[in-house]
C-alpha cells in the first residue's frame, strides 16, 4: 500500500492481530498454522494475568483441541455438570445439566482460571516461525487503501499488513477509529468481582446463580484452585466502599474464611450488551468483544470469540492465499451476527430473571420455578442457531450450517477424535459405498484440498462409537460436507445427490478455476 512516503514501516505482515486476549491469541495461532506472516500487536507489556472469562464448551475446547494444547488443560479444568438457580430462600429452583461428552465430542463445560489458558495459548503462537508478537505496542493509528493496511503504534513505528483483525476489546481503539456505532440492548448492570485462590478443598457450589432481590450473587468455580464470587451493585458508587477486602469476606463468610482461600482481586465490572453495526470495514475485521459484547450469565463471551476466530481464519486464509475473493469476508458477520444476538438476547433474559430486585416479582418467579421443578420438568438444552446464510450449499438440506458432531475414528494407524485423526480443513463424509460411487469426482475434491472419508462401522475410516451413522440416521444424510470451523457446509438426502453436494462444494472452493462464492441464502 502507499506509505506517504514514510521511511519508518516497520514491519510487513500479512495480518496484523490487535490485542492478545484468547480471541486475538486464537486468530493469531490458527492463521500461523496456515503459513501465514502475523504480527500482535498488544498494548499491555505482559499478559494480562487475571481472569476474566471463567469457562467454555466443547466447541471451544473442539479448536483448543485443534491447537494442541486440550491435554494441557485438561488438568487444569474443571468439568461442569450442573448450573443451580436458587431463590431468595437458598433452595435450589432450576439446574441445567451438562454431559460429559457434547456434539463436539468433549465435555460440554469446562470451568477454567484464564492465566491457565493465556499461557498455553501463548506458548503456542510463540512457536510459530510467522507469527510475531509485540507486546507494549499500543495501536495508535490505522489508515488503509485498495492494496493494504498501514498500522501506526504509539512511538511512530508503523505495520503494513494486508488485513487487519481487531481484538482488542470492549473499548476497541480501532473500532472508535472507524467510528463503527454499536447497538445497545440497553441491558447494563454493575457487578463486583471478587476472584479466591483456594488453600484447601472447599464444598462451595461450583456453579450457581443466587436469585436474591436483596443481593445477586454469582458464585462459579474457576477451575480447581480457585472461586469466583460477583455481587451486584446498586451502583458503580458501591464498590470504594465494599471493596474493603474486610467487608468481602463478610459478604463470602457462608462459603470461605480466610483460613481457606487467598483474595487475589476485586475488580468491578459493567456488563454490557452490544453488537458494532459493522464488523468489516475494507480490509479491518473486528472480532471478540471488539464486535459484540454480552452479558455473562450464559459463559458465552469468550467462546463467541473463538468462534470469530475459527471463522475469519479459514476465510482469511482462502483469500490470503488466493483462493477466493475478498467478497468471502463479507460472510463473517452476515453468519456470525445472528448467533451472536441470540446467545446475547438469551443472556439477558436468564440475567434478568435472577437480578431482579423486586422483592414481588422474585416471589412470583420463585413459585412458578417450584411448581415446574415439582412437576419434574426438564431444562431444555440450551441450543444454539444454526448458520442460515453465507459460506453454505445452494439446495439446503435439515442440518445444514448447524455445528458438525465429533465422534472417535480408528484410520487403521490411529484412534482418536475425528479432528486429531482427519485433520483441518473441509471434510466430506460418506459411507464407503457413496464415496465409491463419487469415482474421478474423489480426486478432485482431494485437488481442492478437501478431505474425503469413507465412515463406517468397518472402515476405512472406523466409526468407533457410531457417532457418525446416528447422526446420519438422524439427519436422513447420505454424505456431509464440513467447513474448517466445524459447521455443515452442507448435506445430501433425498433429492440432494452426493455428487451434486461434491459439485456445489468444488464450485464454491474455486476448483472449476474461478474464485469460490459463497451463497448468500
Known amino acids: 500500500m502507499s506509505t506517504n512516503g514514510s521511511s519508518d514501516v516497520a ?3 500479512d495480518v496484523v492481530v490487535v490485542g492478545y486476549g484468547p480471541t486475538g491469541m486464537v486468530t493469531a495461532a490458527l492463521l500461523g498454522r496456515a503459513g501465514h506472516r502475523v504480527t500482535v500487536l498488544e498494548r499491555y507489556d505482559g499478559l494480562y ?12 475446547m473442539r479448536t483448543f483441541a485443534r491447537l494442541g494444547i486440550a491435554d494441557e488443560l485438561l488438568p487444569k479444568v474443571r468439568v461442569q455438570h450442573a448450573y443451580e438457580w436458587t431463590g431468595s430462600s437458598g433452595e435450589v429452583l432450576r439446574e441445567q445439566r451438562f454431559e460429559d461428552r457434547g456434539p463436539s465430542g468433549w465435555a460440554e463445560w ?7 489458558l493465556e499461557d498455553a495459548l501463548d506458548a503456542v503462537c510463540r512457536a510459530l516461525p510467522g507469527v510475531e508478537v509485540r507486546q507494549g505496542s499500543p495501536v495508535v493509528g490505522i489508515e488503509q487503501d485498495g492494496s493494504g493496511v498501514l498500522v501506526t503504534v504509539e512511538g511512530g513505528a508503523t505495520v503494513a499488513a494486508r488485513h487487519v483483525v481487531a481484538c482488542d476489546g470492549g473499548n476497541s481503539f480501532v473500532r472508535r477509529a ?11 448492570e454493575p457487578w463486583m468481582v471478587c476472584d479466591f485462590r483456594l488453600r484447601r478443598p472447599s464444598s462451595v457450589p461450583a456453579a450457581r446463580q443466587v436469585g436474591d432481590p436483596r443481593r445477586p450473587t454469582s458464585i462459579i468455580s474457576l477451575g480447581p484452585d480457585h472461586h469466583r464470587f460477583s455481587f451486584m451493585l446498586d451502583s ?11 467487608r468481602v469476606w ?4 457462608r462459603y470461605l474464611t480466610p483460613e481457606d482461600a487467598e483474595l487475589i482481586r476485586v475488580a468491578t465490572y459493567t456488563f454490557r ?5 459493522q ?8 472480532a471478540g468483544d471488539a464486535a459484540h459484547q454480552m452479558p455473562p450469565f450464559l459463559g458465552q463471551g469468550m467462546c463467541s470469540g473463538v468462534r470469530d476466530a475459527q471463522n475469519l481464519a479459514f476465510k482469511l486464509d482462502r483469500v490470503l492465499s488466493g483462493s477466493a475473493d475478498a467478497s468471502l469476508l463479507d460472510t463473517y458477520q452476515a453468519e456470525r451476527e445472528p448467533h451472536v444476538r441470540t446467545v446475547t438476547e438469551m443472556g439477558i433474559e436468564l440475567g434478568r430473571l435472577q437480578t431482579t430486585r423486586d422483592p414481588a416479582t422474585a416471589a412470583e418467579r420463585d413459585r412458578r420455578l417450584r411448581a415446574e421443578r415439582a412437576a419434574g420438568r426438564e431444562l431444555k438444552k440450551i441450543r444454539f442457531p444454526a448458520l442460515t446464510r453465507g459460506l453454505l450449499a445452494a439446495r439446503p438440506l435439515r442440518g445444514q450450517g448447524e455445528l458438525s458432531r465429533q465422534g472417535v475414528v480408528d484410520d487403521g494407524t490411529v484412534r482418536g477424535r475425528f479432528d486429531q485423526v482427519v485433520g483441518d480443513g473441509f471434510a466430506f463424509l460418506a459411507t464407503p459405498q457413496v464415496v465409491a460411487g463419487l469415482g474421478p469426482t474423489v480426486r478432485r475434491l482431494e485437488r481442492a484440498g478437501v478431505t474425503v472419508a469413507g465412515i463406517s462401522a468397518e472402515g476405512p475410516l472406523t466409526d468407533v462409537d457410531g457417532t457418525y451413522a446416528r447422526w446420519f440416521a438422524e439427519s436422513g444424510w447420505s454424505a456431509v460436507a464440513v467447513r474448517p470451523d466445524f459447521y455443515v457446509y452442507g448435506a445430501a438426502g433425498g433429492s440432494v445427490d452426493p455428487r451434486e453436494l461434491a459439485e456445489d462444494l468444488l464450485g464454491a472452493l474455486g476448483a472449476d478455476g474461478c474464485h469460490g462464492r459463497a451463497h448468500q441464502g
Open 11 to 13: 514491519a510487513t505482515a
Open 49 to 60: 494475568n487475571l481472569p476474566r472469562a471463567a469457562s467454555f464448551d466443547d466447541e471451544t
Open 110 to 116: 469446562y470451568m477454567m482460571y484464564q492465566p491457565d
Open 178 to 188: 472507524l467510528d463503527i456505532g454499536q447497538d445497545d440492548y440497553g441491558f447494563s
Open 236 to 246: 458503580v458508587d458501591e464498590f470504594a466502599v465494599e471493596r474493603d477486602p474486610e
Open 250 to 253: 463478610e459478604r463470602v463468610a
Open 273 to 277: 450488551s452490544r453488537v458494532a453495526h
Open 279 to 286: 464488523w468489516r470495514r475494507g480490509r479491518v475485521l473486528l
